[in-house]
């Protein structure tokens, strides 16, 4: 599928024909949540304020449509894989140390960390309830195998913290895990509910576990190089806490010797990312993300390619449009 223009766009156009789809989501997520202790309003409440571009629901529902039709499991499945998402942001930020989401406190930062990770934990419960309850189980058993390779591509990217000669293979197995699983299975489930056969339903999988690697490769090169002003969150995190990413091992396969000692000295001593933007790193730090820009561009390309399989061209074009805008986010 050829790469739309996406130079005029804006979010906002890009969810046009779902939104109202998307605002169905969001009551359905709102009941959820609702139905839990008084106690917890005002924490669900605060966190209702970070919520995004509600990317995984949208998936959701233009592979759906994309499919054939959308029924009121997507619906389900859409708000309960955006559960799953919010409860992983509440973790990620207490393990990643951040202090901003959205221009906000994070949790942890405004109500401890004991609190956020017994809020996370709630959320995901609710979740996978709320999934039991369907008729059709296949929610909770894609979800549940989802769930586990997130965790554990966690876990692993935790365990290699420091490890400055991390590998591109490791690197790929942690964000497939913990990013791309959700995306992979968002497509297998929208396509499982519009009555797809195995082959379409394959395709819609493929397409949400590229879509994914790349949506990380893109937040991984923001880490180190984005404003956070423009993002809305705490960035350089990553960097500072020792985790090895696709763009720092471009950076440290393109250095000298003498010159990737230094950068691995900076890197164990959890240094604030401007000195990247320094000699002798600034230009090949460049050269290095321009390298992986090309390697999101083939990610995405051969991620949209999946969507050629799905019988609705006109909404698969959408979601290609889609897919492409937030892979080609600004540093």
């Given at each position: 599928m050829a790469q739309p223009s996406i130079s005029e766009q804006s979010m906002a156009d890009l969810l046009q024909s779902v939104e109202a789809d998307l605002q169905r989501v969001d009551q359905w997520i709102l009941e959820q949540l609702s139905a839990g202790p008084t106690v917890l309003k005002p924490l669900l409440d605060y966190i209702g304020r970070f919520r995004g571009k509600r990317l995984r629901a949208a998936q959701v529902l233009l592979v759906g449509k994309a499919c054939g039709s959308l029924t009121e499991e997507h619906i389900k499945v859409a708000g309960i894989i955006e559960m799953i998402h919010?409860?992983?942001?509440?973790?990620?930020?207490?393990?990643?140390?951040?202090?901003?989401?959205?221009?906000?406190d994070c949790l942890h930062v405004e109500w401890g960390a004991h609190t956020a990770v017994l809020l996370?934990?709630?959320?995901?419960?609710?979740?996978?309830?709320?999934?039991?309850?369907?008729?059709?189980?296949?929610?909770?058993?894609?979800?549940?195998?989802?769930?586990?390779?997130?965790?554990?591509?966690?876990?692993?990217?935790?365990?290699?913290?420091?490890?400055?000669?991390?590998?591109?293979?490791?690197?790929?197995?942690?964000?497939?895990?913990?990013?791309?699983?959700?995306?992979?299975?968002?497509?297998?489930?929208?396509?499982?509910?519009?009555?797809?056969?195995?082959?379409?339903?394959?395709?819609?999988?493929?397409?949400?576990?590229?879509?994914?690697?790349?949506?990380?490769?893109?937040?991984?090169?923001?880490?180190?190089?984005?404003?956070?002003?423009?993002?809305?969150?705490?960035?350089?995190?990553?960097?500072?806490?020792?985790?090895?990413?696709?763009?720092?091992?471009?950076?440290?396969?393109?250095?000298?010797?003498?010159?990737?000692?230094?950068?691995?000295?900076?890197?164990?001593?959890?240094?604030?990312?401007?000195?990247?933007?320094?000699?002798p790193f600034a230009n090949a730090l460049v050269q290095a993300m321009t390298q992986v820009r090309s390697e999101v561009e083939a990610l995405l390309a051969e991620s949209t390619s999946q969507l050629e399989q799905l019988p609705e061209q006109a909404i698969a074009a959408e979601l290609a449009q889609l897919t492409h805008f937030l892979g080609a986010r600004k540093l």
């Amino acid at each position: 599928m050829a790469q739309p223009s996406i130079s005029e766009q804006s979010m906002a156009d890009l969810l046009q024909s779902v939104e109202a789809d998307l605002q169905r989501v969001d009551q359905w997520i709102l009941e959820q949540l609702s139905a839990g202790p008084t106690v917890l309003k005002p924490l669900l409440d605060y966190i209702g304020r970070f919520r995004g571009k509600r990317l995984r629901a949208a998936q959701v529902l233009l592979v759906g449509k994309a499919c054939g039709s959308l029924t009121e499991e997507h619906i389900k499945v859409a708000g309960i894989i955006e559960m799953i998402h919010s409860a992983t942001l509440v973790h990620d930020d207490l393990l990643d140390e951040a202090k901003e989401r959205r221009k906000l406190d994070c949790l942890h930062v405004e109500w401890g960390a004991h609190t956020a990770v017994l809020l996370g934990d709630w959320i995901y419960s609710q979740a996978f309830m709320a999934s039991t309850r369907m008729k059709d189980q296949t929610c909770s058993q894609v979800l549940s195998e989802a769930t586990g390779r997130v965790c554990a591509g966690e876990m692993h990217q935790n365990l290699t913290r420091g490890l400055f000669a991390l590998s591109e293979q490791d690197y790929f197995a942690q964000i497939d895990g913990k990013t791309a699983a959700l995306f992979e299975a968002g497509g297998r489930l929208a396509a499982h509910y519009s009555g797809a056969d195995a082959s379409m339903c394959d395709a819609a999988a493929r397409y949400g576990l590229l879509a994914g690697r790349a949506f990380q490769v893109v937040d991984d090169m923001l880490d180190l190089a984005g404003s956070e002003k423009e993002v809305g969150k705490s960035l350089g995190t990553d960097w500072q806490r020792g985790k090895m990413t696709l763009p720092l091992i471009r950076l440290r396969e393109s250095l000298s010797s003498a010159n990737r000692d230094a950068l691995e000295d900076l890197f164990q001593q959890g240094t604030d990312r401007e000195v990247l933007q320094q000699e002798p790193f600034a230009n090949a730090l460049v050269q290095a993300m321009t390298q992986v820009r090309s390697e999101v561009e083939a990610l995405l390309a051969e991620s949209t390619s999946q969507l050629e399989q799905l019988p609705e061209q006109a909404i698969a074009a959408e979601l290609a449009q889609l897919t492409h805008f937030l892979g080609a986010r600004k540093l």
